[in-house]
DNA sequence: CGCACGCATGGGG
DNA sequence: GCCCCATGCGTGC
């Protein structure tokens, strides 16, 4: 903590915006703030936060107050300060952090201290506004933009917001209790993580067979711990400092008792706590998993990872492990010799390794001895990267990898060695070799720098596994790497072929639910010609050319001209395009400023964020390699080099298609429940285009002249008029967030593909104006202006529903599809999706493969 | 003699 | 100057 000074304490005045007192000369330490740092207070703030006052001083007229649902003790939901100061209830609503409190202690894992529930929660959230800040921020190279919530995407608020709609379970340790309440967190930092993971424990006693034990020790810090999201480092390389804070006021660290608690561990100074290094902090809280996934089972939360020195993958069987994260994740140690901690592989299989330290200079070193068969297993060798993640309920250990080897580049074919020891499902395809490539390198800096390291010398310590820093860059990186939003996601996601989607009802709302994981596409464009019949624009992987195709046509996620069997004269790349020019760039107004940010001051929907979030979770999953939700198949996964384990893209979280898991119409595993959120946000999304559409109509504006422009600029359908659907329509969705920082599929529109591992840097190149309108957002736009254009043309009148959706291909005939729906299903027999942009890649089945 | 174990060393941040 | 951690290396089996 100490060290925590930052852009936090460079002021002197206190932190606390509705306070202007100095901070004394030796500030307190507040929450923590998205940079990683804790918020400086003066005296007064600072006690107030301590004791749980913080909110009821300053916020008590604030949003966001929701009560407890066990002793209905009013708590603060809605800012960053009281983050900690509440868990999430699976059923809806918050307790306080006593009344959780109470709930963990009844938890069996008892070997676990509660307290360090509660560190973890603290840790979580830690993350969590670690996360959001960063998405919020946008700005930053987060690679996940979650769609933030309708709530301010700028706020703290939104996080609390998110948690709170968010099935955690986690009991979250309220500072506001006794300060203290049990939360152990020698080392404030890290501990949190286990918190969320606690609750399931107590759900669920019987843990998992793995057993991991893991025990939610730690408090150590790992910041990130918490899981979040994982697979991806954090954007922000700066320690989580805030996280000893959080852990100390929220959770009560008291810090004797947590030291007894420890067995003894050494705690280690503050200092070492903070110190995490942002590479280890996950991504995505276990909340973000737990509501994507809807499983309550599986809840990943990734820990941290490691890449392999020379030593760790050695004949020698011991992997050195960050002391910070040993402390923080593992088990507490107090004896040298440790104790036997049982991993699971990405393969499912189950490995035990000693986890023991060694005293070294008054410190410990930690290590984890009989690694040998395991990296073999896996084929890992130095400079490739372990991921440890912990899967919740039961606090099972898992252990991914992700292959650095240079070599890979060219031996990407190998799933193997690709990438991710987890599985990344997904479908290679969607990234295009090129950008896989590119992501590739970029990808894994750290690895990518070690390959031309080693082969250069293999000096150890200059090289290759380089050094810290080189650590935190690929941090850095890899956080970059994907940049896809929910709804884009959802884009992505498609029935796989020939798969009849059942239908769900969830909240009123139809969803098609696929009996095979959904997959991803070749990204289309849907629409209706002019006499009406529904079709989709593809374009060929080759020339580039758009092709028109049977709207009900599933494409693999390479698709070629030649592969054109609906139009033998357009089957060869040298046939002319029917589009023209300026229809395509109708259809794919990816230089529309105004349509991105039209999009981005959409609200966005809490689902998507769920959704988000879900994928994180999927993602995680996947990087896990825990055969649940991830069959297996890591192999199958995606090329996409980019995605570290822990991605939660949708090519990685969907197993190939044709394979996985068999989803019953009940699942509520991360693919279902990402599937069923996507379905309603689509509903809603089409619900609104729909009576905007309609009242558009109806006031006749269209103005020919600005097309693009029309849609942009009402988003919300002053008119109720068209009340084709009365609820919809304030969602506003379409976009859903706009931020900036969403990704923005980077693919070029004109590609027809989307690349899931876009590089922010050269998000200008392909849409310059929609930074961080995403892709799809546009084209979802410029074909709704296109459609729109058309039926003004015609006249037609657009209903809406009905549109496309027919499997069949449906021709209804409105032929004002206007909205475009990403991703859609081609089933969509509702009525629902006008316009379905969808993109498919290829199911593994598919050809492309 | 070879292997493991565990501590020591020292570069690097 | 401290801490972390990769590796070296002594010791014991």
């Known amino acids: 903590m100490t060290s925590t000074s930052g852009a936090a304490s460079s002021s002197k005045i206190c932190f606390n915006s509705d306070c202007n007192d100095l901070k004394s000369e030796r500030p307190r330490k507040g929450w923590r703030l998205r940079t990683g740092e804790l918020a400086e207070l003066c005296d007064r703030c600072a006690c107030a936060f301590e004791e749980g006052r913080f909110c009821d001083t300053f916020h008590s007229k604030a949003s966001g107050w929701r009560n407890c649902e066990s002793c209905g003790k009013r708590v603060h939901c809605g800012c960053i300060v009281s983050f900690n100061a509440f868990t999430l209830l699976d059923a809806g609503g918050i307790e306080c952090l006593a009344c959780a409190r109470k709930n963990v202690v009844l938890a069996p894992n008892s070997s676990w201290p509660p307290l360090l529930f509660h560190s973890s929660l603290s840790e979580r959230f830690k993350d969590y ?25 700028t706020k703290i608020e939104d996080f609390s917001e998110r948690l709170m709609n968010g099935p955690l379970k986690l009991g979250a340790p309220d500072i506001l209790e006794n300060g203290n309440a049990g939360i152990n967190c020698e080392e404030p930092p890290s501990s949190c993580l286990t918190k969320s993971q ?29 899981g979040v999201s994982g697979t991806h480092l954090r954007p922000n390389p700066q320690p989580p400092l805030a996280k000893q804070l959080h852990s100390n006021l929220h959770n009560g660290l008291d810090s004797s008792s947590e030291t007894q608690i420890r067995n003894g561990r050494p705690r280690p100074d503050g200092r070492g706590r903070n110190q995490l290094f942002p590479r280890y902090w996950p991504r995505f809280t276990n909340q973000d998993l737990q509501q994507i996934s809807g499983d309550s089972n599986s809840i990943i939360t990734p820990l941290f990872e490691k890449m392999l020195s020379a030593s760790d993958a050695g004949r020698i069987g011991r992997l050195v492990l960050p002391k910070k994260c040993a402390e923080a994740y593992f088990p507490a140690i107090s004896q040298p010799e440790g104790l036997p901690l049982k991993v699971q592989d990405s393969k499912g299989k189950e490995w035990i390794f000693q986890f023991r330290f060694w005293p070294n200079n008054n410190s410990r070193m930690y290590v984890l001895e009989g690694v040998t068969p395991c990296i073999q297993n896996m084929q890992l060798q130095a400079g490739d990267v372990v991921t440890f993640s912990r899967l919740e309920p039961g606090g099972k250990l898992v252990m991914g990898f992700r292959k650095a080897s240079t070599a890979s580049a060219t031996e990407q074919d190998n799933e193997a060695k690709n990438s991710s020891g987890v599985s990344m499902h997904g479908d290679a395809e969607m990234a295009d070799p090129t950008s896989w490539s590119k992501v590739d390198k970029s990808g894994y800096i750290a690895k990518e720098a070690l390959g031309t390291k080693l082969a250069a010398s293999r000096k150890r310590k200059n090289s290759m596994l380089g050094s810290k820093s080189k650590r935190l860059r690929i941090d850095t990186k890899d956080l970059i790497e994907l940049k896809l939003t929910w709804e884009e996601a959802q884009g992505l996601l498609r029935p796989p072929p020939n798969h009849v989607p059942s239908v769900v009802v969830i909240e009123g709302f139809e ?48 698709w070629i001209c030649s592969s054109n069997s609906w139009d033998p004269e357009r089957s060869f790349c040298l046939a002319p395009q029917e589009l023209t020019t300026e229809q395509l760039e109708d259809l794919l107004p990816h230089c529309n400023p105004a349509a991105s940010k039209k999009m981005k001051a959409a609200k966005r929907e809490p689902e998507n964020v769920d959704a988000l979030e879900g994928l994180d979770t999927l993602a995680n999953l996947a990087i896990l390699g825990e055969g649940e939700a991830l069959p297996a198949s890591s192999q199958a996964t995606t090329k996409h080099p980019r995605h570290r384990p822990g991605c939660s893209c949708i090519v990685c979280i969907q197993p190939p298609s044709g394979k996985g898991p068999k989803h019953k119409q009940t699942c509520t595993c991360n693919v279902c ?42 988003p919300v359908p002053r008119t109720n008029a068209g009340n084709s659907s009365p609820n919809v329509k304030k969602v506003v969705s379409e976009g859903s967030d706009n931020d900036p920082n969403r990704v923005k599929s980077s693919t070029s529109p004109f590609k027809g593909q989307i690349d899931l591992n876009i590089q922010p840097e050269r998000e200008e190149e392909l849409s310059p104006g929609a930074d961080s309108g995403s892709m799809m957002r546009l084209i979802q736009d410029a074909t709704e202006r296109y459609l729109r254009q058309q039926m003004l043309s015609s006249g ?24 475009v729906n990403l991703g859609s299903s081609h089933r969509d027999s509702d009525r629902d999706h006008p316009t379905v942009f969808s993109i498919k890649t290829s199911a593994p089945s598919s050809a492309t493969g």
């Open 129 to 153: 506004s670690a996360k959001g800040w960063s998405q919020l921020a946008g700005s930053g190279p987060v690679p996940w933009r979650l769609s933030i919530p309708s709530l301010e995407k």
């Open 198 to 226: 606690q609750p399931s424990l107590k759900e669920e006693p019987s843990n998992p067979p793995f057993g991991l034990a893991v025990p939610y020790t730690s408090p150590g810090d790992a910041n990130g711990q918490i």
């Open 511 to 558: 969803f098609e639910e696929y009996e095979d994981a959904p997959i991803l596409g070749k990204p289309t464009i849907f629409a209706t010609d002019n006499s009406g019949e529904k079709i989709q624009w593809a374009q060929c992987e080759d020339c580039f050319k758009w092709r028109r195709l049977p709207s009900n046509a599933l494409l693999p996620s390479k």
């Open 673 to 714: 429940q990402t599937v069923k959120r996507r379905f309603r946000t689509l509903m809603l999304r089409r619900e609104k285009k729909q009576s905007q559409k309609e009242a558009e109509t109806t006031c006749k504006k269209p103005q020919p002249s600005l097309p693009d422009k029309v849609l942009d600029d009402d």
């Open 796 to 819: 037609g009148n657009s209903n809406s529903d009905a549109t496309q959706t027919p499997p069949g291909g449906g021709s209804e005939g409105e032929k004002i599809s206007s909205s």
